[in-house]
């Protein structure tokens, strides 16, 4: 019986290590495809990344194209208008020929550490792009570009009855790649992947093109950045209601106080040479009850924007606009 017992302990024993040995290396590959979902989540390009690219590129081609627009300035308006399909053609071709031909990448995604990747390719490793897909590429990008443009120039002056059947054939056809690029799009939104029609036809997705960090949140960077924001935003509401020209006709009449009482047609005479608000020769002069002189639409347009405007200068409000008295603005103003 106690043998039998021992052979029964052994056993159990050697069960347990066999079991404790399954699952080790069990933990082990399951840390193993955590850690690989991690970083396929961290490598993950985003939509918005790729959408940034797409605009980059926009704004290099029309940086190119008015550059060497430029260069003809001189010459005879309207020279590059008859090849114009044809010379951004080539632009763009040459653009091509150093960016996704020699390094799988457009401009903006260089500029955003992101390159295509061929999805067809059974491995995991990056593979870049294959000839033929970059010719593809250039193809379907390039070559439907000048398409696009020479039809419309082709058909634009034609009332030809076979034209029109052509003309509308074409108008079908950009109709229905148009309807593709939609549903396409829609589609990225969900999925995060062929942010375009031609990269989903021809199988090129946009990979990072060196492992990316995860970006750590500074909080007293952000709560900074919130404060001054919402500090900007209540400026913003208060500026226009604060009355500029009241305040600083208020500072002026505490800094600088009258020494005189403005009663004399001499004091009108002095002031009379410029309006009080614009500084120059007052057109239908008038004043409003104090010793300066201004012009009839400065003043009726500040009064109208406020209702309670004052003199700039000593500081009067405006009891009533009154034209400048005719003897002396002919007299004593034009004497001086």
């Known amino acids: 019986m106690e043998r039998k017992d021992r052979k029964r302990k052994e056993r159990r024993e050697g069960g347990e290590r066999e079991k404790k040995e399954e699952e080790v290396p069990k933990t082990f590959r399951e840390g193993m495809a955590s850690r690989d979902e991690n970083m396929k989540r961290t490598n993950r390009v985003l939509r918005i990344s790729q959408l940034d690219a797409l605009e980059l590129n926009k704004a290099l081609e029309q ?6 627009t430029q260069c003809f300035h001189g010459f005879k308006p309207g020279l590059l208008a008859r090849f114009e399909p044809e010379v951004k053609a080539f632009l763009w071709l040459f653009l091509w020929r150093f960016t996704v031909y020699s390094k799988s990448a457009t401009v903006g995604q260089s500029v955003l550490n992101i390159q295509y990747r061929n999805d067809f390719s059974p491995n995991l490793r990056y593979q870049p792009l294959s000839k033929n897909q970059k010719l593809w590429y250039a193809v379907c990008t390039i070559g439907g ?30 109709g229905l790649l148009k309807l593709g690029r939609l549903i396409n799009f829609l589609i990225f939104l969900q999925r995060g992947k062929f942010a375009t029609l031609t990269e989903r036809l021809l199988g090129i997705r946009s990979v990072f093109c060196r492992p990316q960090n995860v970006r750590e949140v500074g909080f007293e960077y952000m709560n900074r950045e919130l404060l001054w924001h919402s500090f900007a935003e209540f400026l913003i509401f208060l500026l226009p209601l604060v009355n500029i020209q009241k305040l600083k006709a208020k500072l002026s009449s505490w800094c ?16 009379g040479r410029q309006c009080s608000l614009c500084g120059e020769w007052p057109t239908m002069p008038h004043t409003i009850g104090c010793e300066h002189v201004f012009c009839y639409y400065c ?38």
């Open 299 to 336: 003043v009726k347009s500040s009064f109208l924007f406020d209702v309670s405007f004052a003199c700039p200068k000593c500081g009067t409000e405006v009891h009533s606009l009154q034209p400048l008295k005719s003897g002396i603005e002919m007299t004593e103003v034009n004497a001086l």
């Open 256 to 271: 600088i106080p009258l020494t005189r009482a403005p009663s004399s047609d001499s004091t009108l005479a002095t002031s």
């Open 63 to 68: 940086l190119v194209w008015s550059q060497f």
């Open 145 to 174: 570009k000048w398409l696009e443009e020479r039809c419309y120039d082709l058909f634009r002056n034609r009332h030809v009855a076979s034209f029109r059947k052509a003309k509308q054939c074409v108008n079908l056809v950009v």
